[in-house]
């Protein structure tokens, strides 16, 4: 793991920007002498590392005593895009354009996805438990649930998950939410336009976490309250402090 840059930020929270082989990726760390619990944030649909909404999260997470991490994916922020992923991008936005089904086109082009990006956020966690100044137990918190999913069943270092029911969740995962038994906490924007109810609630249901907490709020995809942060933070103190 390369370090880049980094700046100590006005909230004393220290932003490092890296790359691990070809991958690029951020470190959010707070102002403190004792190793911090670390926690994977996770986005997806192509989103870059910086955008603001999971800066956002991470720094508020990183000053409340947590090292904060995130890594692009293949295909997202400035990482190329294959042209199976683009002509996947492209029968996607056709379909939606004309009203018609996009489950099996999500199917064929979330769930490679998915599998090639496991091993690299495991690769990641390796090197950052290897930094001074960041400990155990291992949290994760993101936007991309499959991938989620997926990291809590093959990864025994994550002690604890929060998951946004946004995005679309191939059935592989959905099959495999039931072998999550790690504490959970589950966001669902009641009004969420591209992603039905029921099926975030049957997903919510599947999990076979004994300690599994929905909450549930009024607004379409990106309507989270702020609120939410806070909470998701106690549920983090709760499991990895």
Known sequence: MQFTSEQRLDDGVLEREFTLGEIPGTLWTPESAAPAPLVLMSHNNGLPKADPRLV????????????????????????????ADEQARADLRRAMQAGEPVDEIFESFIGPLVENAVPEWRATLDALLQLPGIGGPVGYSG???????????AEP????????????????????????????????????????????????????SREKTLHANLGGHTGTPWFELEDGCRFLDRHLK
Do not use: K, M
Not at 61 to 71: C, D, F, L, M, N
Not at 143 to 153: C, F, H, K, S
Not at 171 to 176: P, S
């Open 143 to 153: 936007g991309w649930t499959a991938l989620g999913i997926r990291l809590a069943v």
């Open 157 to 208: 270092r994550i002690a604890a998950a929060g998951f946004f029911a946004g995005g679309f969740v191939p059935r592989a995962q959905r099959e495999e939410a039931r072998q999550v038994t790690v504490p959970l906490l589950f966001l669902l924007q009641w009004d969420d336009e591209g992603n039905p109810r029921q099926r975030a609630l049957d997903l919510f249901d599947a999990f076979g």
């Open 56 to 83: 956002a999260r991470a720094r508020y997470t990183a000053a409340h005593g947590y090292a904060v991490a995130t890594i692009d994916a293949a295909g997202c922020g400035d990482r190329p895009r294959s042209a």
